[in-house]
């Protein structure tokens, strides 16, 4: 987000920032995405529509300490760009516990048939 945000407790102008989302994967953008959150098995929440995820920026005062943020589309060379990045780990993950289940199943199968 372009220009300068004005603190509407004390009129102090803001900077600019982002708030850390904590994953196992270390630290990544908050995000705001359209509808109600959807159970997903696999990881825990999913995203209806992944093209319209956009990255949250937050404004800090630097007097205060309030914190403003917004949702805003970012666009480069006017094409707006998605905050959604591809997850290739995700597959991996989930061949790699598939897997190892079938080589648990495979080792109980084998050890109950002698």
Same mark, same amino acid.
């Given at each position: 987000m372009?220009?300068?945000?004005?603190c509407t407790k004390c009129r102090v102008q803001m900077e600019s920032g982002w708030v850390p989302d904590n994953t196992q994967r270390g630290l990544l953008r908050e995000n705001w995405?359209?509808?109600?959150?959807?159970?997903?098995? *696999?990881? &825990?929440?999913?995203v209806e529509n992944k093209d319209k995820v956009i990255p949250v920026t937050t404004f800090r005062c630097p007097s205060c300490g309030y914190l403003e943020s917004y949702a805003i589309p970012q666009s480069?060379?006017?094409?707006?760009?998605?905050?959604?990045?591809?997850?290739? *780990?995700? &597959?991996?993950?989930?061949l790699l516990g598939l897997v190892t289940v079938l080589i648990a199943l495979g080792v109980v199968l084998l050890t109950h048939a002698r």
């Amino acid at each position: 987000m372009k220009g300068t945000v004005e603190c509407t407790k004390c009129r102090v102008q803001m900077e600019s920032g982002w708030v850390p989302d904590n994953t196992q994967r270390g630290l990544l953008r908050e995000n705001w995405c359209p509808g109600e959150p959807q159970p997903s098995f *696999w990881t &825990l929440l999913k995203v209806e529509n992944k093209d319209k995820v956009i990255p949250v920026t937050t404004f800090r005062c630097p007097s205060c300490g309030y914190l403003e943020s917004y949702a805003i589309p970012q666009s480069q060379n006017g094409v707006l760009v998605s905050a959604r990045s591809s997850r290739p *780990w995700q &597959l991996a993950a989930v061949l790699l516990g598939l897997v190892t289940v079938l080589i648990a199943l495979g080792v109980v199968l084998l050890t109950h048939a002698r």
